[in-house]
């Protein structure tokens, strides 16, 4: 991927800026400075932001960032009084004025941008067992190194393929990656009446998916409640996991939180779920989709509609909503040996970011990276993907 902008070229695989095709000379740091605002598009970004990209989230002075965004106004022919690259909002953050495109002419920011033109490879679903006789659905599709993403509420293995919350997602892991997914027990196409609906479950599932599977080492990938279930694969098979990527997720379900606010709204969402989750009418379902993905669009909500509606029935779905309000991982955490990554949206209503913070700082050395946006799932068009893409591509060791 590419930047465009004006007579200017921005190449984060090269790692450098060319001008008429020129490299410039330039620090790293005012490279990296530059990658974020142009990722940002047209965004006001802060001094937080700034500081997480170019420092990795160290203390630094005022006078730092000051040196830094003269540098790269220098380099694109700006300055501090004109202000015609990158201007600066007092006491807000800075704004990158040019208007920005992506290789293909994409824009670098905002709703109209088109989808990936290229069609995800064709997947086969699988079926195996757990040891309890639950049937479970799986497939494996991509070409390179393995990673398994573990199962998250609520999955649908086919009807996510062509996803607009998915696809994106899909095509950058798939096309990257030999990429594993299954659907947990109780929804999507694995089994939807099973007796036994708990944590241990999951996990075993996991465990059964990836030896059938024939994966014996490979990175983790657990969003949402699937990243407790990776914690728990990674502490007790801590051979087969090579690197682990936790996103949006938590030690600790919000029965267990005991946030009284928090807990008065998910009671709300659990009756809701008994109310109208199989209904024709989507109202009561929209409730979850409101929360999880505020700056939908309306093709966008319509499916996260629909996604729940078909990937379980109203049963399975309160039951799955309870026992996930009850997972506790605590203590597991200080056990993680593999390196780990955690990423989480800062304004993320449906976990709030400091659980992913707790995550980052009780599993030793990991990494944490905080997202700029609100909604639970990072959408393609938000300027947080492909600030998602560039960590995670560089944590997986895949940036060359």
Not at 200 to 211: I, K
């Amino acid at each position: 991927m590419s930047y465009r902008f004006g007579e200017f070229e921005l190449d984060p695989d090269r790692f450098e800026l060319r001008r008429g095709g020129a490299a410039l000379a330039a620090e790293p740091q005012v490279l990296s400075l530059l990658m974020l605002l142009a990722e940002a598009g047209d965004r006001l970004v802060t001094k937080d932001e700034i500081v997480e990209q170019v420092w990795g989230g160290r203390a630094v002075s005022d006078a730092a960032v000051t040196s830094r965004l003269k540098s790269a106004r220098q380099l694109l022919g700006d300055d501090g009084e004109r202000q015609a690259m990158i201007r600066t909002v007092r006491g807000k953050g800075v704004r990158f004025l040019p208007e920005v495109t992506r290789e293909g002419g994409a824009p670098a920011s905002g709703r109209d941008a088109p989808p990936p033109a290229a069609s995800l490879p064709p997947q086969q679903v699988r079926f195996c067992k757990a040891p309890d006789g639950t049937g479970l659905a799986y497939s494996v599709v991509g070409d390179g190194p393995p990673l398994v993403k573990t199962a998250n509420w609520l999955n649908h293995l086919e009807y996510e393929w062509e996803s607009p919350i998915w696809r994106h997602w899909l095509h950058e892991l798939a096309g990257r990656l030999t990429l594993l997914r299954y659907d947990e027990r109780g929804n999507g196409l694995s089994d939807w009446k099973v007796e036994e609906l708990s944590f241990d479950a999951f996990v075993e599932d996991l465990e059964t998916v990836v030896d059938a599977a024939g994966f014996e080492r490979f990175d983790m990938l657990g969003i949402s409640q699937g990243c407790a279930v990776s914690i728990a694969y990674a502490v007790k098979h801590p051979e087969r996991v090579r690197r682990m990527v936790l996103y949006g997720g938590y030690s600790l379900g919000w029965a267990v939180r005991g946030d009284p606010d928090e807990i008065a709204m998910r009671e709300i969402m659990g009756q809701a779920i008994e109310t109208g989750w199989g209904r024709g009418n989507p109202a009561f379902r929209q409730l979850h989709t409101s929360l999880y993905f505020p700056e939908a669009t309306a093709e966008e909500a319509r499916w996260f509609n629909e996604l729940q509606r078909v990937s379980a029935s109203p049963e399975a779905a309160k039951r799955l909503y309870v026992v996930l309000s009850k997972i506790d991982v605590r203590k597991l955490l200080p056990q993680v040996t593999v390196p780990t990554l955690v990423v989480h949206c800062r304004d993320d209503a449906v976990v709030p970011v400091e659980a992913s913070r707790h995550l980052a700082a009780q599993i030793p050395d990991a990494q944490f990276v905080e997202l700029d946006g609100p909604n639970h799932l990072v959408l393609e068009k938000e300027a947080a993907w492909p600030r998602f893409v560039q960590h995670l591509r560089a944590f997986l060791g895949e940036d060359d």
